[in-house]
């Protein structure tokens, strides 16, 4: 069964660079058949898609984030990571990694992880 | 990309039915059949319960049943329960390959 586990700082400062990480067991980040990405929920707010990735390259990103915002995997650890640059407090949430049903960029997300409060702050 | 219109709140009595809608715009909702629904408890990471409009994913309630009409996309509970009570967030795919969420409908089984 596949599972997500996000990972990474609580409390990041203001300026300065989220990364979280998302392990994967149960399944292959190196499968083409779907893809992996990251939603975030401000605290007591609705849902933000943020990005994806298939494994081979392709991405895609919130137009909103595209500036500051990276997606990459790692096939050696079968991980993905998010790194989202300049955060202010705004960027305060739970972080969710993702994964789409079987299919292209139209597929819904189908698994998600237990989710990673990230609080900006000095 | 601008979030889906959905009502913040909405109950229902145990047995009743109710409707929650989704409005975007021709870019979203109204341009693709691929409207998703997720149920989230309190504490809990969302759940799909509709995709592709109307598909319910295995193990999903057949008292949830989706449709749409043109910019607005619908989500029914049929015989309301009080493990229904959740939010519920819409979602739809966009002109941008990317996926758009509603803000949240608070359901409140009463």
């Known amino acids: 069964q596949l599972q997500l586990q996000e990972s990474g700082p609580g409390l990041v400062k203001p300026s300065e660079t989220l990364s979280l990480t998302c392990s994967v067991s149960?399944?292959?980040?190196?499968?083409?058949?779907?893809?992996w990405g990251w939603i975030r929920q401000p605290p007591g707010k609705g849902l933000e898609w943020i990005t994806s990735?298939?494994?081979?390259?392709?991405?895609y990103y919130n137009p909103s984030l595209k500036s500051r915002v990276s997606i990459s995997v790692d096939t050696s650890t079968n991980q993905f990571s998010l790194r989202l640059t300049s955060v202010t407090a705004a960027d305060t949430a739970m972080y969710f990694c993702?994964?789409?049903?079987?299919?292209?960029?139209?597929?819904?997300?189908?698994?998600w992880g237990q989710g990673s409060l990230v609080t900006v702050s000095s | 990309q601008s979030a889906l219109t959905q009502p913040a709140a909405m109950s229902g009595s145990p047995g009743q039915s109710i409707t929650i809608s989704c409005t975007g715009t021709s870019s979203d909702v109204g341009g693709y059949n691929y409207v998703a629904w997720y149920q989230q408890h309190p504490g809990r990471a969302p759940k799909l319960v509709l995709y592709d409009v109307s598909q319910r994913p295995s193990g999903i309630s057949n008292r949830f049943s989706g449709s749409k009409s043109g910019n607005t996309a619908s989500l029914t509970i049929s015989g309301l329960q009080a493990e229904d009570e959740a939010d519920f967030y819409c979602?739809?795919?966009?002109?941008?390959?990317?996926?758009?969420f509603g803000g949240g409908t608070r359901l409140t089984v009463l």
């Open positions: 993702v994964r789409g049903l079987p299919g292209g960029a139209a597929a819904p997300v189908a698994y």
């Open positions: 149960g399944g292959s980040v190196s499968s083409s058949s779907y893809y």
């Open positions: 990735i298939y494994y081979g390259g392709t991405t």
């Open positions: 979602g739809s795919y966009t002109s941008t390959y990317t996926w758009v």
